[in-house]
């Protein structure tokens, strides 16, 4: 890594364990979400192994769109991104850095929590394993497309909303397969690994289409 | 009289912005060395030129270029844009945030411009917050934030500094200090563009004054669609 | 004709796609009004296009 | 260069004055002949009955959805490409129509669904891709709403609209790995395996009719959309105080 990515892959870095840790709140959020999901579905241990991975990648995809509103809007509040696109590095990049940055301090922490978390759905080991390797692999795909939504409503007052409407639809790809491999391991016929392996190529599709488009919408935010 | 070699040319600039032409067919041109001073009355559209020369604001019609600057660089990316916001992070120490963006802001160097790379602790020495260094930027004023802000452009030589409105927050001292900087930056061979209420007293200074246009010309077919 | 055991379904669907395209074509129409009010207060408030819009063709 | 002459929004709006009648004559004819093959000629299925008489909209409905969001996105690579304000309009007048008949779709598809599976939503591959569809309308409706600057508004859908439409083959694709993952066996698939031209004809001359329902409706909206500009950029000349400048360059050489 050059310089100039290092540092402010460090600075991002930095600011997100400084504010309010935020990836505290979002694994708290993670936690909450889980611990519903059997009031509203019966605490049926069957049942919640059964829909265990489900739970926790829903958990996971709304946790990371909680966080997504404010990767952009700080940085244009305080025309720190004027600065940046002025800067005269790729834009592309600099937004993959900090969706990197954002992803390690507010993705990692979910995926780190996810196996203490299947224990209350009844996980076993296997499952376990199956279920925290797929949202390593599939979370960074949700921060990337979600910074599309993030570039988007970064001139909003309140587009945290708006946001989530307009990244789920984008997202369900990478749910449908984040689920289908972790299921995968446990009892279905089909390999683990195809389903897996498109939800890497889904990951770096992401990590090309959403720096290319959330940088084209920063560009036109600046106006 | 210095060889020229460097010189901000504007052509025919036009800029709409919310539907609104805020101004059409601006030109001028700057040479090195020289500090523009625009005026005009409020809203007449100088903090939208400021920021249509950092290629903030996209242009409807019109080029900008940098004459002897780096060819593969835009205008804007040998430019430092001093706004009204600070670009200042309160959870940082402010040698944290300066040394970003020293590190971050790629430094333009081209014939005829002597900027050099001064260190971030020498810079805030200078402007007289050398104390505050490992400190947080949430403790610093207002006035503390604007010179932080300030030594940015101190810290990554680039010969085009845009400002706007860069006297407000500050007091009279510091006025005077922003004044001398601004003249050294001048005489190593900078270009200055600069929006400004009050008067400045700089070495080589052009004006260009704003003005509104008869009502009978403006708004051309395209801006109403 | 004879729609058979089902005819309430076929129904519905035609009607529920009639009454979306009539919300359509109502919506196209009130819009459309509302814009020529709005062109037609500011024709009289003397601001229009009118007038240049002869002066250029 | 007759395209651009076109893409000028005052001599659209006289393209529209002239082309509008015809659209809806040609409309309405082929919705009186669609509708009464449909009825009349059309036999009916030997295994679904007379319900497959609402076939003669929902296939329409459903292909004009994907139609609409095909328009969209070659107006969003106009806005972003050529940035030509009309591009711009012609998609956002598009999406509320494109939304309207992707409803249409949801609903008598599951109405159709009702007599064949014996419930109102089954989440077959096709009806969830529809479903997600008209979220995505509806998000981009949305979108458009909350920003005040239409031209901004503009760019950042068209983005959207984009990232949509490359998403969308994505999106198809995983729902139908994950349809096949889940499904029951017993669904009765929607379309017969040869299609009898009784049938195949009504439903060429319905979905002409709504390709062509969906020009008027869209050419319309255009038209109030451009209005709709108009008297926004009036309303801001009335209020602004604030001329536009003519600045003149007076270069006072100091020293």
């Not at chain 4, 002459?5 to 529209?16: K, M």
Request: proline share 5%.
């Amino acid at each position: 890594m050059t310089g100039w990515a290092m540092a402010l892959f460090q600075r991002d870095l930095r600011l997100s364990v400084r504010i309010g840790g935020s990836a505290l709140v979002g694994v708290l959020f993670f936690l909450a979400v889980v611990t519903v999901i059997p009031f509203g579905v019966g605490p049926d241990l069957n049942l919640l192994a059964r829909i265990g991975p489900a739970i926790l990648w829903i958990g996971a995809l709304l946790a990371t769109l909680l966080g997504l509103d404010r990767l952009f809007q700080a940085d244009r509040e305080d025309g720190t991104l004027d600065l940046m696109l002025m800067a005269g590095r790729p834009l592309e990049l600099v937004i993959l850095i900090k969706c990197l940055a954002h992803w390690i301090a507010t993705g990692l922490p979910l995926v780190v929590a996810a196996p203490l978390l299947a224990i209350f759905l009844n996980l076993d080991p296997v499952s376990m394993g199956a279920v925290t390797l797929t949202l390593l692999v599939g979370t960074p795909a949700l921060t990337l497309i979600g910074a599309i939504g993030a570039s988007l409503t970064v001139s909003l007052r309140r587009g945290g909303l708006l946001l989530a409407v307009l990244v789920i639809p984008l997202a369900i790809p990478v749910l449908i397969f984040g689920v289908s491999s972790a299921d995968a391991a446990i009892h279905d016929p089909v390999p683990f690994v195809t389903p897996f392996l498109i939800l890497c190529a889904l990951t770096l599709i992401a990590a090309v289409v959403g720096p290319v488009a959330s940088a084209a919408a920063l560009r036109f935010s600046a106006d | 009289m210095r060889s020229s070699h460097l010189k901000l040319i504007a052509e025919n600039l036009t800029i709409d912005r919310g539907g609104r032409r805020v101004f059409q067919d601006l030109s001028f041109s700057l040479s090195q060395g020289s500090a523009l001073v625009v005026t005009g009355a409020n809203g007449i559209g100088k903090s939208s030129l400021l920021r249509t020369l950092a290629g903030l604001v996209s242009l409807a019609a019109g080029t900008i270029r940098l004459e002897g600057g780096e060819t593969d660089r835009l205008p804007q990316e040998q430019a430092h844009y001093f706004g009204h916001q600070d670009a200042v992070k309160p959870a940082l120490s402010v040698l944290e945030n300066l040394r970003f963006w020293q590190n971050f802001a790629a430094a333009s160097v081209c014939e005829g411009f002597t900027g050099a790379t001064l260190s971030p602790l020498l810079v805030l020495d200078t402007l007289g917050i050398g104390h505050t260094a490992h400190l947080p930027a949430a403790y610093l004023s207002a006035g503390q934030k604007r010179r932080l802000s300030l030594s940015r452009l101190l810290v990554t030589p680039r010969p085009v500094w845009l400002m706007d409105e860069p006297t407000s927050a500050l007091d009279k001292a510091s006025e005077q200090q922003l004044l001398g900087i601004m003249n050294d930056h001048l005489a190593s061979g900078g270009l200055i563009v600069t929006a400004t209420h009050t008067e400045l007293v700089l070495d080589r200074i052009e004006t260009l004054h704003l003005q509104a246009a008869d009502p009978a010309e403006q708004a051309p077919e395209e801006a109403l669609l | 004709m004879e729609l058979g055991t089902h005819a309430g379904f076929i129904i519905a669907s035609y009607a529920l796609c009639i009454l979306t395209v009539l919300v359509l074509v109502a919506w196209v129409r009130i819009d459309k009004a509302n814009q020529e009010r709005a062109l037609k207060e500011l024709a009289e408030q003397g601001i229009s296009r009118a007038r240049r819009e002869h002066e250029s063709r | 260069m007759a395209f651009w002459d076109y893409a000028n929004p005052t001599r659209f709006l006289r393209l529209v004055q002239v082309v509008l009648p015809w659209l809806i004559g040609f409309c309405v004819l082929a919705f009186a002949a669609g509708l009464y093959m449909a009825f009349f000629t059309a036999p009916e299925d030997y295994q679904q009955g007379n319900t497959v008489r609402i076939m003669y909209i929902h296939v329409p409905a459903a292909w004009l959805c994907m139609m609409c969001y095909t328009v969209m996105s070659i107006s969003s690579i106009g806005t972003l490409v050529w940035k030509h304000p009309l591009a711009d309009v012609s998609a956002k007048s598009a999406a509320p129509i494109g939304a309207a008949f992707t409803f249409m779709a949801l609903v008598t598809g599951s109405l159709w669904g009702k007599p064949m599976w014996g419930t109102y939503w089954v989440w077959d591959a096709r009806l969830t891709s529809v479903l997600v569809l008209l979220i995505m309308y509806l998000g981009l409706m949305t979108l458009w709403r909350t920003m005040d600057d239409p031209i901004k508004a503009g760019k950042s859908a068209a983005i959207l609209t984009l990232v949509g439409a490359l998403n969308l083959p994505i999106i198809k694709f995983s729902v139908d790995w994950w349809n096949t993952l889940h499904q029951p066996a017993s669904v009765v698939r929607m379309d017969g395996p040869t299609i009898h031209a009784d049938i195949l004809w009504p439903l060429l001359i319905m979905a002409v009719a709504f390709t062509l329902l969906f020009f008027v409706l869209h050419l319309m909206a255009m038209r109030n959309e451009i209005l709709r500009r108009r008297v926004r950029a009036l309303r801001m000349r009335a209020a602004s105080v604030s001329r536009p400048g003519t600045a003149a360059a007076t270069a006072q050489p100091a020293e």
